[in-house]
């Protein structure tokens, strides 16, 4: 059951700008027209998908699991219409994790676009994974635990998670073992599989850092708050590598004391996996990764 196109514009407008009056003047529709649109889809689906209130409008539960699902789906319509109206046959739409894309990458992106100038690339980064189900992203390059069934998947990099500071912070704090290293100030990515209690139980189990002075949901801003010397960054060699090559970042102990761990995987249905484009960009992961 498809409900018609017009009431799934209506309701997808109607949610992001959070007006009935704005997303009428957005689709050249009076504000009778846009409720009745919305009317006839709520009616359809059986279910109130917005609560209207003297503060405006907000969406219901099921209203924003259904705008999760509906918007993915008209922005895959609206990508496929404008490369056709182009003339753009060879397109590739990618996602990936935040951290992965800025600090990993975007610094080679480049090197892709300039190897295959014929394929139009695409790309958008959220924590969320994809829906592929919904048909706008060809390849999602994810971080965590590798378990998505029915889905193809391919690790990307070998990585080395090391404690690492500015120059400036390692001057102040002169760390030289574990011991020091409990008394000075911690910089934590939540969303790393590693953390820095792995990293004592393996180098030092007999210590327990003194505080997590910083915390962070993306690796990106851990590693600004390391290079702005606010603390040491438990954090990937790959993601760290721009900063460790211009000295901005150090490694902590001279010889390394990592931990290593696969974390970033390319994954996509196989129905993907045969697309021309996606086989050339998998094969310059590769490339990259090694």
Request: with cysteine.
């Amino acid at each position: 059951m498809i409900p018609p196109l017009t009431s799934l514009m209506a309701f997808e407008a109607i949610a992001r700008r959070k007006s009935f009056n704005l997303a009428a003047a957005e689709l050249h529709l009076t504000p009778s027209a846009i409720s009745h649109q919305v009317a006839r889809l709520e009616k359809l689906l059986g279910l109130r998908l917005f609560e209207r209130s003297t503060k405006g409008v907000e969406l219901t539960p099921a209203g924003q699991s259904y705008l999760n699902r509906v918007a993915g789906a008209l922005g895959a319509i609206n990508s496929a219409t404008d490369d056709l109206r182009h003339g753009v046959e060879n397109s590739l739409q990618i996602h990936s994790s935040p951290s992965f894309a800025s600090l990993w990458l975007m610094p080679r992106i480049g090197r892709f676009a300039q190897r295959y100038p014929e394929i139009a690339l695409g790309l958008s980064a959220s924590p969320e994974f994809s829906d592929f189900e919904i048909g706008q992203v060809d390849l999602d390059l994810r971080c965590g635990v590798p378990h998505w069934p029915d889905l193809e998947i391919e690790p990307l990099l070998e990585e080395r998670v090391l404690p690492m500071a500015s120059p400036d912070f390692l001057a102040r704090y002169r760390i030289e073992t574990p011991d020091d290293l409990v008394l000075a100030p911690l910089i934590q990515s939540r969303g790393s599989l590693l953390q820095w209690p792995e990293w004592f139980a393996r180098y030092a189990p007999d210590l327990r850092p003194e505080r997590i002075a910083l915390r962070f949901d993306r690796a990106m801003m851990s590693i600004e708050a390391a290079v702005q010397g606010l603390g040491v960054v438990f954090e990937s060699n790959a993601f760290g590598a721009g900063h460790l090559a211009s000295g901005r970042l150090q490694p902590v102990f001279a010889e390394g004391m990592d931990l290593q761990i696969r974390q970033h995987f390319a994954v996509c249905p196989a129905r993907n996996k045969s697309r021309p484009e996606v086989v050339l960009f998998l094969q310059w992961l590769r490339e990259e990764s090694r």
